[in-house]
C-alpha cells in the first residue's frame, strides 16, 4: 500500500494561512470521509487536529481546518503561529488496507 | 485522566525481536481498540496494525504480517507489540494509539510517549 502523497514542506509567516495537501486514490481518500491530520513536534507524540476529514476534536484551535475535493484532502492552518512550527501527517482509511499514511509535510513559521 | 505508557528503549541485534508494552490507564481498557505506529528516522509515519483490547482480535498491516504479534493483557491493561526478524530498517520510535469510542472510526485520540528501538550489531 503506498502512502498518500504530501507536499515534503511548507512554509508561511505568522498571521498568514497556509493549505497542506494530501493526494490518494480512489481506494482511499476518494472514498472514505475518514481523512485525519496529525500535528507532531519533535520528540513527541502526534496530536490529531482533524478526524473525518474536517472535524475538530475538543481544544484544537479553529484556525485549523479541513476539506477533501476528489481524491485529494487539505489542511489549511490561518493565522500562523510560530508554535504551528511542526510535521503533519494526514491518514486515511482504504479498502486495501485498515489505515494509510501520508509521507508528512514540514511546516515552518518563517 | 486518559494515559498510555510504554515500556524504555531498546536496542536488539539483528534478527532478534522485540516486545514493546502499553500500559493505559484513565479509561476502560477492553472497550477500545489500541494500534501500533511507527516512525523511522526521515521517513512518515506507518501503521502496523491494530488489536481489539477486549477480544484480543487483531490485524496486521500486509508489510509486517508474519513478523508481528500483538497482544494484550486485560489484568493490567497493558497491550503489546512484538516484531521479530529484525533489521536496520527497523529502527524506529514505536507507537500505541487508542481508537475512540464509535463506529467506523479510522484515528487516534491518544497516544503513548514513543518507545524507541534501535536495530545494530
Not at chain 1, 513536534?41 to 478526524?51: D, E, L, R, S, T
Not at chain 1, 481524491?71 to 482504504?94: F, K, M, P, R
Not at chain 2, 494509539?97 to 524507541?116: C, H, I, K, N, S
Request: with cysteine.
Amino acid at each position: 500500500q503506498s502512502a498518500l502523497t504530501q507536499p515534503a514542506s511548507v512554509s508561511g509567516s505568522p498571521g498568514q494561512s497556509i493549505t497542506i495537501s494530501c493526494t490518494g486514490t480512489s481506494s482511499d481518500v476518494g472514498t472514505y470521509n475518514y481523512v485525519s491530520w496529525y500535528q507532531q513536534h519533535p520528540g513527541k507524540a502526534p496530536k490529531v487536529m482533524i478526524y473525518d476529514v474536517s472535524n475538530r476534536p475538543s481544544g484544537v484551535s479553529n484556525r485549523f481546518s479541513g476539506s477533501k475535493s476528489g481524491n485529494t484532502a487539505s489542511l489549511t492552518i490561518s493565522g500562523l503561529q510560530a508554535e504551528d512550527e511542526a510535521d503533519y501527517y494526514c491518514s486515511s482509511h482504504s479498502t486495501t488496507t485498515t489505515l494509510v499514511f501520508g509521507g508528512g509535510t514540514k511546516l515552518t513559521v518563517l | 485522566q486518559v494515559q498510555l505508557v510504554q515500556s524504555g528503549a531498546e536496542v536488539k541485534k539483528p534478527g532478534a525481536s522485540v516486545k514493546v508494552s502499553c500500559k493505559a490507564s484513565g479509561y476502560t481498557f477492553s472497550n477500545h481498540y489500541i494500534n501500533w505506529v511507527r516512525l523511522a528516522t526521515g521517513q512518515g509515519l506507518e501503521w502496523m496494525g491494530w488489536m481489539y483490547s477486549k477480544s484480543g482480535n487483531t490485524g496486521y498491516a500486509q508489510k509486517f504480517q508474519g513478523r508481528v504479534t500483538m497482544t494484550r493483557d486485560t489484568s493490567i491493561n497493558t497491550a503489546y507489540m512484538e516484531l521479530s526478524s529484525l533489521t536496520s530498517e527497523d529502527t524506529a520510535v514505536y507507537y500505541c494509539a487508542r481508537v475512540p469510542l464509535g463506529v467506523e472510526r479510522y484515528y487516534f485520540d491518544y497516544w503513548g510517549q514513543g518507545t524507541l528501538v534501535t536495530v545494530s550489531s
